[in-house]
Each structure stands twice: as C-alpha cells, then as structure tokens.
C-alpha cells in the first residue's frame, strides 16, 4: 500500500470581509468618535496590502522638494499630489466601507501626509489640536482665520463645524505601541472645542495610548488633544495620515488636496 502522504498546507491569504460584514464590524465607529474622540480598527489591511503600500512609497522617487527627509524626521506633505499611484492601493472595498459608515452621503479626502518616525530619531510632537485645513489660495470668508503662508502652503483655521466634521484615519504600516511613538490621546477632549494653546497642558491628565498593530488604523476628531513621544525602540513607526470630510467650503475657497477616494 503507498503510504498517504498530507498535502501541503497552503496558507490562505486573508479574505477581504463583504461588504455587511465590514458594516456590521464597524457600525459603532461614528459613536465611538462622538463621545471619545478617537477608536482603533485593528485591520482595515491585510498584510499585502500593507507590502504593496510600502513598495509603492519607498519606490517614488525622492526628489520632490515637498519630501522632508532629515535624521529625525520623514514626511511626505500632500502625500497623494506627490504618489498618485498611492490612491487605488488606499482605496480598498474595507476602507470605503468604514467610509460609508462614518460618511453616509459621501466624503472627500483633505489632506494626505506619510509620517515616519525612524529608530533612534528623535522626533516628538507636543499636545496639539489640528486646528489648521489646507486651502488651494487665501480668500476671505466669515468664520476663516487665522491665516498661515509657508513655502507656497496656504492653511487656514476654519469654524469649528468644518473640524466637527472631519475625521482622520492614520493607517499604520508597522506595529506601534508606547515604544515607537504611538499617537496618545485625552479621550473626550474635542468636546471642549479649541483649547488656548496657553491652558492645553492642563487638559492633559487621562492621557491614553493608541497601540495599533500593523495594518491598523487609527482614527480621531481633529479636536482631540494629541501627542506623540520620541521612538525609544529600535522599530519604525510609518503611517499615511487621511483627513476626510464631507464639508463643502465657502465660495472661494477651496481644499488644497481635495479628491474623492471614497
Ligand atoms: O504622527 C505623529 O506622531 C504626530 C502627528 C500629528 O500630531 C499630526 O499630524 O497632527
């Protein structure tokens, strides 16, 4: 008798959840961000998908100036202006699903931006709100202000409805936790509207910290309180920073970024 010899096991790559499915898994995200400000989904991409993000980032040329490389620091502003080819790989049926339960009517992106913080580096970022939103050139409009020009960049502070109805998802193409300068976060803070920049650091006890493992995603209010720590580890810490809304600006004015990728 020939002896029975096991197939080999074939590992099955993950199977993209149907589209009910990725519903129902995130169908407490809106509440989530109503009332803490922030939430986790912990694998909005598979590990492929995480590869094919990476390769076609480290394969764009670096010669842009836009690209800000130093010892410390790695971040590619208007990151989809600058790797276009980014957009399809982002635009996965799990993201646009998580879209559509944040976004019932539809969003636009507003911002792209590649962060990485490399080992040893010593890049910390102090307890902020995003406050500011890019525009395509200044043009006054109630509500707006203040202003910012830098290097051809014209930003723009707009009413707190514009930010109440943003929402930022950071992808995270490396595991991250405290040691490699997760995002922490005052839970419920974006409630309080803008904090002066003077009294921020005495809304900043209940402190949390976002881990988030590869092909995770955080995401925030752009009034959330947030910080992040200096890498002690010796991992990277890549994510592709999104900022959607569903807010139409004022008439003359338009988002620097705007395109639909959902
Ligand atoms: O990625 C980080 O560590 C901080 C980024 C940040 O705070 C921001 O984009 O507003």
């Given at each position: 008798m020939r002896p029975q010899v096991a197939?080999?096991?074939?590992?099955?790559?993950?199977?993209?959840?149907?589209?009910?499915d990725i519903l129902a898994a995130n169908s407490s995200l809106p509440d989530q961000?109503?009332?803490?400000?922030?939430?986790?989904?912990?694998?909005?991409?598979?590990?492929?998908?995480?590869?094919?993000?990476?390769?076609?980032?480290?394969?764009?040329?670096?010669?842009?100036?836009?690209?800000?490389?130093?010892?410390?620091?790695?971040?590619?502003?208007?990151?989809?202006?600058?790797?276009?080819?980014?957009?399809?790989?982002?635009?996965?049926?799990?993201?646009?699903?998580?879209?559509?339960?944040?976004?019932p009517v539809g969003c636009h992106l507003t911002k792209a931006i590649y962060f990485d913080k490399p080992a040893g580096s010593n890049w910390l970022v102090a307890w902020h709100q995003d406050l500011m939103i890019n525009v395509a050139s200044r043009a006054e409009a109630p509500g707006f202000g203040p202003w910012t020009a830098k290097a051809g960049w014209v930003a723009v502070q707009p009413p707190a409805a514009v930010l109440e109805n943003t929402v930022t998802i950071r992808v995270h193409l490396?595991?991250?936790?405290?040691?490699?300068?997760?995002?922490?976060?005052?839970p419920g803070s974006h409630r309080g509207g803008v904090v002066p920049a003077e009294i921020i650091a005495s809304h900043t006890a209940g402190a949390t910290v976002c881990a988030v493992p590869a092909g995770g995603a955080m995401l925030m209010k752009p009034l959330l309180l947030?910080?992040?720590?200096?890498?002690?580890?010796?991992?990277?810490?890549?994510?592709?920073?999104?900022?959607?809304?569903?807010?139409?600006?004022?008439?003359g004015l338009a988002w620097r970024e705007r395109l639909a990728l959902a």
């Open positions: 197939p080999p096991a074939v590992k099955k790559p993950p199977v993209a959840l149907p589209a009910m961000l109503t009332s803490a400000g922030h939430a986790t989904v912990p694998s909005l991409y598979t590990p492929a998908e995480v590869a094919a993000l990476l390769r076609c980032i480290e394969g764009a040329p670096a010669t842009s100036p836009n690209f800000r490389r130093s010892q410390d620091v790695f971040a590619i502003p208007n990151l989809l202006g600058e790797v276009p080819a980014l957009g399809p790989l982002l635009a996965t049926p799990a993201l646009r699903g998580v879209l559509g339960v944040l976004f490396d595991d991250c936790d405290a040691t490699n300068g997760a995002l922490k976060v005052v947030h910080a992040s720590n200096r890498s002690t580890g010796a991992r990277p810490r890549r994510v592709i920073h999104l900022e959607f809304s569903a807010q139409e600006l004022p008439a």
